[in-house]
């Protein structure tokens, strides 16, 4: 299944490759660069994130040992990440995406692309696996933290509209009479 899936994404991307953080210099250089722009609090670029620069997706040194499912489920919310660079193109994604940094806080451009890739989070584990776990508070929790929080350098700190972000695009993701894009 996971095999298939990178074939896939490899039909669209034939450039696609997926890279270790651990031992990699570029990524360690981020790691620096993160930790001195957030005043240290995230530490964990190295060991929980998925990172999509150009083709290539940086995985943490616990990529290998991963649920295969919760790998095909990061993969999907990455491949929206390299759909829209290539929509975007590289210069406009690293735009949008980074140069809200500054100030920490409000990074509504980056909010809006992570948006769309947990969009496709929730979509894969409700097909992957079923309504229970796509309704799970649990996952609600995390990703409205991932936009709340340091993790994200707090790119969208209005928790109620994160929430209500994500109540409605599980009712549009689980309706199947509503039509929803791809
Ligand atoms: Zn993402």
């Known amino acids: 299944m996971l095999a298939a899936f990178i074939r896939e994404v490899r039909d669209e991307f034939p ?31 190295l060991t ?18 991963t649920d ?21 193109t590289l210069p406009l994604m690293a735009l ?3 140069v809200p940094l500054f100030p920490i806080g409000l990074a509504y451009g980056r909010a809006r692309i992570e948006w769309e890739a947990y969009e496709e989070t929730l979509r894969a584990t409700l097909e992957l696996k079923g309504p229970a776990a796509a309704r799970n508070p649990a996952l609600k929790r995390e990703i409205v933290r991932r936009f709340t929080s ?33």
């Open 15 to 45: 450039n696609f490759r997926i890279v270790s953080k651990k031992g990699d210099r570029l990524s360690r250089v981020i790691d620096v660069a993160l930790r001195v722009v957030t005043l240290g609090r995230m530490r964990d670029y």
């Open 48 to 65: 929980h994130y998925h990172t999509v620069i150009g083709d290539t997706l940086y995985v943490p040194e616990s990529w290998d040992e």
């Open 68 to 88: 295969e499912v919760d790998r095909v489920i990061t993969l999907r919310h990455e491949r929206v990440h390299l759909r829209q660079r290539r929509r975007y």
């Open 96 to 98: 949008i995406y980074l």
């Open 150 to 182: 340091a993790d994200y350098g707090y790119m969208w700190p209005f928790e109620s509209q994160v929430s209500s972000w994500y109540d409605q695009a599980l009712r549009s993701i689980a309706s199947p009479t509503r039509g929803v894009s791809e």
